[in-house]
């Protein structure tokens, strides 16, 4: 597929806003921009708790499973996002009948039956798309995303999915947070750490499922996974710390695909390297201000 | 009874299967890819670094495709990738053991951007370009491997085996109980970097005969079947093994036999199916040794308490 990009190529000025009103001014810019805030926004807090309960492993499985989803419903001939939210829902149901969590309702010291999942997903992937031929042409931007190949449809179904995803997330909130820090206690004080543990997982999976539309399930990572850790990095404070983790993850989608415009390289690129240079500065940042302190003591 | 094993023999496709160069390029280079992948794959199981292994297959695409942008072998790429990275999160990982997963998640997304980088340098590059090199590199094909391939599967496996063998005792110290290890003087760091760039090595050759996708259930599947069967560790390694490689040479002569299912798909589900059959065996025997070896180890407190 030829870049839409490559027609529009024109040097960024140093005036923010005017290069704003530039990208504005191209629907297919638009759409993406919109639909990348509704990914951001949805990944940033989701993703905020995967990262906390160190689920990221069973966040990337669903991803794949989105796989023999897309392929399934190009072979039985149905809309691709039943396939896509079908497989992952299952999925999530696949992941907990094999890795139960003991009491702590999280799925992260069960790597061996994750992966299982995830390879059996992949095996039965590979078998719809030998079974209906053509498919694999699409499959680069099925893996690596269509940043700026997104429709007007699309987009706003992210924006539902977004919105539907969120308020799932406020409803279990607080009590998940509880659930993830201190799983013994919550269990004690009444909360039933696993079922909200499978909850999550099933919004996982569907956060996932929306996602990967926009970033290819490859690179869901770099706007579920990348933001809130950074985040984390830099408060423990839940509040503060979800609140950031927006933050970076709007900026990181805008700066990516203001990057993508103006270059004629991938937003893929952009948006991971953009998300792990901050990363790696704030990393840096928190081992010296750690150092200066151990220095002072 | 001869007359028997000569039925089951022509059954299996005997003359057939034998007589083509690409079925015993596979048979070859699958076994040899089973052998390393169980064995690595027993450690990668009890460490709990499935997470890195799935991690490093993805990144032999990104070293792959890099090489291929750039006008090299793809293989130069795919090992310098994973063992590069293997390193990597050996030395970052081992001090946020707490963070691992996530640290895993972070780089391994980046590093799959920086592929996307590549893919595009590599299609702008030639007119005909349309990722289907890419997707070679992704998925593999156990049919489609060259003599040159076997040799250099054959020599990695010898290299990787030899060289688990040699740190495999300390390294079970370092997984079981990295304090203890650590008092006694075992280089745990060390030991962590070593083992990583064993499972990048290992990866890169198995990524390049079978793809990324039956590596992952090569590498933990068997091993978990293997440790959900037994807790010695010996024992359990070369179940392991044989899970593997019964699973792929059976995955091959069905494949051979049926050829509209892909190796692939037949290896993943026999190797699946035998995973999930060891939870029924699970459950009808509960007082047996149907024990997963690694909440045996890291919750010995209950344990006592399971067994009485």
């Known amino acids: ?297 | 009874m001869t007359g028997v094993a000569a039925s089951l023999l022509t059954a299996v496709g005997w003359p057939g299967l034998l007589a083509h160069e690409f079925t015993r390029n596979a048979i070859i280079a699958g076994g040899l890819t089973a052998v390393s992948a169980g064995l690595v794959g027993w450690f990668v199981v009890l460490r709990n670094q499935v997470f890195a292994a799935d991690a490093l297959s993805h990144v032999a695409f990104t070293g792959g495709l890099g090489a291929l942008a750039y006008g090299l072998g793809a293989g130069v790429g795919v090992y310098a990738g994973t063992i590069g990275l293997a390193v990597v999160l050996g030395l970052l990982g081992g001090r946020l053991a707490r963070a691992g997963d996530t640290v895993t998640g972070i780089v391994f997304a980046w590093v799959l951007g920086v592929g996307a980088y590549f893919l595009s340098v590599f299609v702008s590059g030639r007119s005909t370009g349309d990722g289907a090199a890419a997707v070679r590199v992704l998925f593999g094909s156990l049919f489609g491997i060259g003599s040159g391939q076997v040799h250099v599967t054959a020599w990695v496996t010898l290299l990787t085996v030899c060289g688990l063998l040699l740190v495999a005792r300390p390294l079970l110290f370092a997984t079981v109980d990295p304090e203890v290890a650590r008092a006694q003087g075992v280089p745990v760091q060390a030991l962590e970097v070593a083992f990583l760039a064993l499972l990048g090595l290992a990866v890169a050759q198995a990524v390049q005969v079978v793809g990324a996708l039956l590596l992952l259930a090569l590498v933990a599947t068997p091993a978990a079947t293997a440790q959900r069967l037994t807790t010695r560790p010996w024992r359990a390694m070369w179940l392991s093994v044989g899970i593997a490689m019964t699973s792929v040479w059976a995955g091959i002569v069905i494949s051979y036999l049926r050829a509209d299912l892909p190796p692939s798909f037949v290896i993943v589900s026999l190797v699946v199916g035998v995973y999930l059959t060891t939870f029924g065996v699970g459950r009808l025997s509960r007082r047996g040794r149907a024990h997963p070896v690694v909440p045996a180890v890291l919750t010995k407190g209950t344990r006592t308490e399971r067994r009485g």
């Open chain 1, 1 to 297: 597929m030829i870049s839409p990009l490559t027609a529009v190529a024109q040097g960024a000025s140093l005036n923010l806003l005017h290069d704003l009103s530039v990208l504005w001014r191209y629907p297919f810019m638009r759409h993406a921009l919109v639909a990348g805030t509704a990914v951001a926004v949805m990944g940033a807090l989701v993703g905020w708790f995967v990262v906390l309960r160190q689920e990221a492993y069973a966040a990337h499985s669903l991803a794949m499973v989105a796989f023999p989803g897309a392929t399934a419903a190009a072979y039985l001939g149905i809309a691709p996002l039943v396939g896509y939210f079908g497989f992952a829902v299952a999925g999530a149901g696949a992941i907990a009948a094999l890795a139960p969590g003991p009491t702590t309702g999280t799925y992260r010291g069960h790597s061996a039956a994750v992966g299982s999942v995830q390879a059996a997903a992949l095996a039965l992937g590979l078998l719809f798309a030998s079974l209906y031929r053509g498919f694999l042409a699409n499959i680069t931007s099925f893996l690596f995303g269509s940043f700026l190949g997104i429709s007007v449809t699309e987009a706003t179904l992210l924006v539902i999915v977004a919105g539907v995803a969120l308020v799932v997330l406020a409803a279990l909130g607080r009590p998940l947070l509880f659930a993830s820090v201190e799983p013994a206690v919550a269990g004690g004080a009444g909360v039933p750490v696993r079922g909200l543990g499978l909850t999550f997982l099933v919004l996982v999976a569907v956060a996932v499922a929306a996602a990967s539309q926009f970033t290819g399930v490859l690179l869901v990572f770099s706007l579920l996974i990348t933001p809130p850790a950074i985040a984390q990095v830099v408060t423990a404070r839940p509040a503060r710390s979800l609140i950031l983790s927006v933050v970076v993850g709007v900026a990181v989608v805008w700066t990516g695909l203001g990057a993508a415009f103006y270059t004629d390289r991938p937003a893929g690129f952009w948006i991971t390297t953009i998300g792990f240079g901050m990363y790696v500065v704030v990393r840096a940042a928190r081992a010296g201000a750690a150092a200066r302190w151990r220095c002072r003591q």
